[in-house]
């Protein structure tokens, strides 16, 4: 079987068994299996949910480089007063674009956690090998404005899927096939497809609904 047959096959599967037990477990994805030359390669994650998740991962890589320019400083993983300006300028952006504002925060809250996750993961890979441990250190205001960014560009991905999101069933179809390419693109280690299905989770619940 070719490669980009079992690619696109096991994404599939994924999605039905997903869509049939309502949650969402981003599947594992090794370099071997990325089809030589397949479009997926030039144009982002696949489907409706691809642009949205693509910047998703981006936020996670960034949270990379917040765990560098942590690391050895004795910086605490959680920012309690960080954490709540980032989710009030959320509201206020969202607001102002006509998303629904505590969608939006609920959303932007996984972020966070997922962030935390690649953070918590790194620290204990440079402790336990130190010679994996970065060597320089980013700036932490640089990572913020870039995080600002794409909070921005986040919440216009959002109000532009509102449309997809809002039924459950296919949204969640829609959402297994982007992460789905997304850790075959992207070459995802456990830890950040760990964090990819945490910051996706409230991907597809529409405004209004109870968190599970």
Same mark, same amino acid.
């Given at each position: ?8 096959? *096991?994404?599939? =599967? ?14 594992? &994805?090794?370099?071997?299996? !990325?089809?030589? #030359? ?5 144009? #982002?994650?696949? *489907?409706?949910?691809? +642009? ?13 480089? !917040? $765990? @560098?320019?942590?690391?050895?400083? #004795?910086?605490?993983?959680d920012d309690p007063a960080r954490e709540e ?5 959320v509201r206020a952006q969202a607001g102002a674009? #006509?998303?629904? +504002?505590? $969608?939006? =925060? @609920? ?10 996750? !690649?953070? /918590? ?6 402790? &336990? ?8 250190? +980013? ?22 899927? !509102? ?26 280690? &456990?830890?950040?497809?760990? =964090? ?8 597809? /619940? +529409? ?6």
């Open positions: 079987m070719k490669t980009s047959t079992k690619v696109a096959r *096991g994404i599939a =599967a994924t999605a039905l068994t997903v869509a049939d037990t309502m949650t969402l477990t981003v599947p594992p &994805a090794t370099a071997a299996e !990325v089809p030589a #030359g397949a479009a997926l390669t030039a144009n #982002g994650s696949l *489907g409706r949910l691809g +642009p949205l998740t693509d910047l998703v991962v981006e936020r996670l890589r960034v949270g990379d480089d !917040v $765990a @560098a320019a942590k690391f050895g400083t #004795g910086s605490p993983i300006q980032v989710l009030n300028q674009i #006509g998303l629904d +504002p505590d $969608a939006a =925060a @609920a959303f932007f809250r996984d972020q966070i956690t997922a962030g935390k996750v !690649v953070q /918590r993961g790194l620290f204990a890979r440079w402790t &336990a090998h130190p010679d994996e441990a970065p060597t320089t250190r +980013p700036d932490l205001g640089q990572i913020r404005t870039r995080l600002d960014q794409l909070t921005t560009d986040l919440l216009a991905r959002l109000g532009s899927t !509102v449309d997809i999101r809002a039924e459950r069933i296919p949204c969640v179809v829609q959402l297994v096939l982007a992460t789905g390419s997304a850790v075959v693109l992207e070459r995802l280690d &456990a830890l950040h497809r760990q =964090a990819l299905g945490t910051a996706v989770h409230s991907v597809c /619940r +529409p405004a209004g609904s109870p968190a599970p």
